[in-house]
């Protein structure tokens, strides 16, 4: 018996298979079309195995709150034929199994905290700057949900000095992701990261607005490890001026180590790579047997 | 068989105690001088009574990871007297009952989420704007916290176009506290805030900043309620202006009725009014008290 993840981005859905100790059995990649041809796909690869539960990080936006009619869905999306798709419906329906769901950066959170960069801690943020800008967190051993999921890729921040590209976000222009993520650096500078790698220019203000967003991750969440995936942070000649904007704009005000002469230790790539967010999804799957069983009981007693 | 409870502010103590439902039975105020002279008369009203547990929310920075050896400590602070307090030792020592112990932000989030505006929810943030600017927040029914409590009133914000004004806080300038705390209001436009209270332009400003806060803690934390005390929230004219602001600068991202038609009932003042620390600290010995007796059980287990 095994377990089932799932990790639906916009270009791709990485399922896989997974022991009880999180090990990656099998797995396989299926690109991101419509839903009746990737989810068929999906199944496909599922049917093979004899399955415990499945766990769900996905694309958002989505509707996580249980005693919502449309919970389990994706919700509002520009990825048109995804919009209100019932994700946790069709996978229950499918294959019987209790089914963990969250959105794609709460299970690398999750991931990162029980096998990846914080292992052992029960809290940790993890951001992906790519694509898009999303972060996920474990608090008190928890994932972070309230309202909604959190939205963190939208936090305000101050215009660099020499910053004059209006930002790209729909909604807010030049919020973090509006100014910060991969396609606002191909707007602003005329090429996109991987051909900008020399100009130091470039990462300069980049580490200057995400650092800023870490400074308010910090304040607010008081995170105990810090963990920046995505695409765009494959550019490692971030860190370094990362982790010195965030030290200069705290200028230790909370006197951790972690926050000053460690800082290097507490902002950091990925413990497991690019597998974060399968990790944390097939651990979704198990979390969400785990409760089944103990509302079982519940019931029972 | 009572809960005692401190609420420890820079000016005066207030010291309560409450039957099981957290309703209060008697109190005490006590102006905040040295430790021995105001911690004197702590003990002197708090030995009348046969107590269960005691909490303490308090002005910080404090010390809150149970594995320090300095937990329970006020760290640094500019009130000198105070700098390294034991207070959770102190208190023990004297009562011999379990002590919670917590910032006084947290307590009153705590206060609000078990009896005030946000009672039934197991999501809320306060914030308190007056001498300093704080909030706690309650996240998946617990108390948030990580490598230590959250600071979250030094966020940043951008500064309004109409303002010179260069900043008051000590670490930071302009962060939230330093543009938009009590005494940065008063240094701006040379009166306190009571003076201003008919001065439209103040209070413009004053939203400005505030909704630019909340957007952060929403993109961020998402509560399930805001919850806005403190001195400088008694103008009550911030409100209207301050869930104008927050829709404005969200603009529908994420579609929440809370935070479009209904923000009027999202972001609100306490629903325990001045109560909400010393219910919360109340809260906090009841807590306490339960965390031992779990404790006793797995150890017995």
Known sequence: MYYGGIEAGGTKFVCAISDENGKIIDRVQIPTT??????GQVFDFFQQFELKAIGIGTFGPIEIN???????NITETPKTPWKNYPFVKAIEERFQVPVGFNTDVNAAALGEAALGAAKGLDSCLYITVGTGIGAGAVVNGQLLQGLSHPEMGHVIVRRHADD???GKCPYHKDCLEGLAAGPAIEARWGENGLA?????????????????????YIV???????????????????????????????NDYVP????SEKIDEYIVSPGLGDNAGITGSLLLGKLALEEKAANGLTARG
């Open 196 to 216: 900008l790698a020399e100009r130091t220019e470039v990462w300069e203000m980049q580490a200057y607005y995400i650092a800023q967003a870490l400074v308010q």
């Open 256 to 259: 951790y180590p972690e926050l």
């Open 164 to 166: 004059t590209y209006e």
């Open 66 to 72: 249980k005693k919502s009619p449309s919970y389990g």
């Open 34 to 39: 419509i839903p009746e041809e990737t989810m």
């Open 220 to 250: 607010i969440l008081s995170p105990k490890k810090i963990i920046l995936g995505g695409g765009v942070m494959k550019q490692k000649q971030l860190f370094p001026l990362i982790h010195n904007y965030v030290k200069t704009l705290l």
